[in-house]
């Protein structure tokens, strides 16, 4: 009889302390949650610095959330008088003869961050080969959507024989997003972008919600009243923490929040048949992805130029190669292909470098390392060289 009594009385323990770590993890994930749908003192400083005017390099633009500010100079950066990374101008309505213009458009990853401007790999292209020019469009944290609004907005300002469609694996993520802050709630770029919906067999705009200044005014006086509306077509303000609504104990509730957390690692963009390995293109973000790339294609065909698509891996994308011998993005890129669009793979002018440990210092900091750019650099010329559409055109204009 007191063996009986021992043991309920142990099974009892075992669920009061189920449902107080159960209570206590909801609440902390609550807490997280709700951090995650507001802004932190240091983004309100940010957005105060933007209303103002006051960023060296990255400046408001209503229509794609941020763009780079014509001549700007920030530690590393320099832009040129039209607004894209260079030290130099060009004379963008003419093709110099003998030249194969490239441009490029895309994120951080196109922009080349954390190296100086003649170590970004656009430049080194240029220093490899002088058959070559390559315009740098590439914006920090750009997604697909604001690249290919760059592209549109610029397209009738310059000549070009190829243009890059430029992407890191991440930005599938950004494609579903309307405020970084939403998506990555530490970020120092808390600002709203426009993003497109699928739409039948295409897309459809959401624009911008910010299309003024005015507006980030509104969202520091009332930010429970504005992100919102902001969120309506996000899908991270959308699919929060599930909420602890069970009536009789909260341990069936905590287990699907734990769920929902460990799901927000991949935010259910990733097939669970490929141990999260590879993207689900039935998923939203690469549907979206994918009829970007098409629609970006469509537009630089339909104005003469050769489009080309070129997904820059992550860290995480070069370690998981390395363990497991496949990319998140290799579905994107056979899905592109099938789409008559040539797509590369930029880990192969990696794939030489580094082993099964994650110390790839000579690889990645941040993004890519001065070195990392001249690997990249070297591999961009040599697939222009042996692709079908090199050849040196006549000049334009």
């Known amino acids: 009889m007191r063996q009986i009594a021992y043991r309920l009385i142990l099974v009892l323990f075992n669920l009061v302390l189920m449902e107080a770590a159960a209570r206590i993890g909801s609440h902390v994930l609550a807490a997280k949650q ?23 390099y990255v400046v408001y633009d209503g229509d794609l959330g941020w763009t780079i500010r014509p001549g ?31 441009a490029a458009f895309g994120d951080s990853y196109i922009h080349a961050d954390n190296v100086r401007n003649e170590q970004a790999w656009p430049a080194q292209v240029e220093q490899l080969d002088p058959q070559y020019e390559v315009l740098n469009f590439g914006v920090s944290a750009y997604g697909l959507d604001q690249a290919y609004l760059r592209f549109l907005e610029n397209a009738d300002r310059f000549k070009a024989n190829t243009v890059i469609i430029g992407m890191m694996s991440e930005d599938v993520y950004r494609h579903i997003n309307t405020f970084r802050a939403f998506h990555q709630p530490g970020s120092a770029l808390p600002l709203g972008k426009p993003r497109f919906l699928l739409d039948g067999d295409g897309l459809s705009e959401v624009p911008n919600y910010f299309s003024s200044i005015e507006r980030y005014q509104e969202l520091l006086e009332k930010p429970q009243q504005i992100l919102p509306i902001v969120g309506e077509h996000d899908y991270y303000y959308n699919h929060g923490l599930p909420p602890a ?4 104990t909260m341990v069936p509730c905590f287990a699907r929040q734990i769920y929902w957390w460990a799901r927000t690692i991949d935010r259910d963009q990733k097939d669970p048949r ?20 098409k629609a970006f294609a469509d537009a630089v065909r339909q104005r003469g130029m050769q489009p080309v698509l070129v997904l820059f891996p992550y860290k995480t994308d070069y370690v998981q190669f390395r363990l497991a011998g496949t990319t998140t993005y290799r579905g994107l890129l056979a899905e592109a292909e099938k789409m008559g669009i040539p797509s590369w793979d930029a880990l192969d002018a990696l794939k030489a470098h580094g082993s099964l440990n994650v110390d790839f210092g000579d690889v990645f900091d941040g993004h890519y390392t001065p070195a990392a750019n001249r690997l990249i650099a070297r591999w961009i010329v040599q697939k222009m060289k042996t692709s079908n559409f090199t050849s040196p055109p006549r000049p334009q204009g």
Request: negative net charge; glycine residues 6%; hydrophobic residues 40%.
């Open 274 to 293: 490929s141990a999260f390995l590879q993207y689900d293109l039935d998923a939203e973000g690469p549907k979206v992805t994918l009829q970007l790339i």
């Open 245 to 248: 609504d069970c009536a009789w």
């Open 34 to 56: 709700a951090n995650a749908l507001d802004l932190a003192e240091s983004q309100k400083d940010i957005i105060e610095e933007v209303i103002e005017g006051d960023s060296d």
């Open 72 to 102: 700007a100079r920030a530690q590393m950066y320099a832009a040129n008088g039209f607004g894209i990374r260079s030290s130099r101008d060009y004379d963008y309505q003419r093709i110099p003869a003998g030249v194969h213009r490239i």
